[in-house]
């Protein structure tokens, strides 16, 4: 046995490992690196309704661009499985953000309707 040779060998697997995990990680910032927001005329002091809406639609981009990719992936046009899997947990999140975000309004409003005048 020659524990130089297998260490050596075993060091090279190692490097090779890390090296595949920082391209994995590049191609990961690369698709999650932050776009240039769409110019917008609206005013700072948008109403709630509107801020609402927007980030509704956000959602609905989300969950949409995740359906497609995972349409992508069946037909065999995307060969990336990290990239759908990645967009299903973000359309996922996404989702569940804005459930929350109703559960804070729905109990915010029950509130104030159960105040007394």
């Given at each position: 046995m020659n524990p130089v040779g297998s260490s050596g060998a075993s060091v090279q697997q190692i490097i090779a490992m890390r090296?595949?995990?920082?391209?994995?990680?590049?191609a990961l910032k690369a698709l999650h690196a932050p776009q240039p927001a769409p110019a917008t005329t609206?005013?700072?002091?948008?109403?709630?309704?509107?801020?609402?809406g927007g980030a509704l639609e956000q959602?609905?981009?989300?969950?949409?661009k995740s359906e497609a990719l995972g349409e992508a992936y069946q037909r065999?046009?995307?060969?990336?499985?990290?990239?759908?899997?990645?967009?299903?947990?973000?359309?996922?999140?996404a989702f569940e953000a804005?459930?929350?975000?109703?559960?804070?309004l729905l109990s915010a409003?029950?509130?104030?309707?159960?105040?007394g005048v």
């Open positions: 090296q595949q995990i920082i391209d994995r990680s590049d609206e005013q700072p002091g948008g109403s709630f309704a509107q801020a609402l959602v609905n981009a989300v969950q949409t065999g046009e995307v060969t990336d499985v990290a990239k759908v899997m990645l967009a299903r947990q973000e359309a996922g999140v804005t459930l929350q975000v109703r559960n804070k409003y029950q509130d104030i309707m159960r105040m």
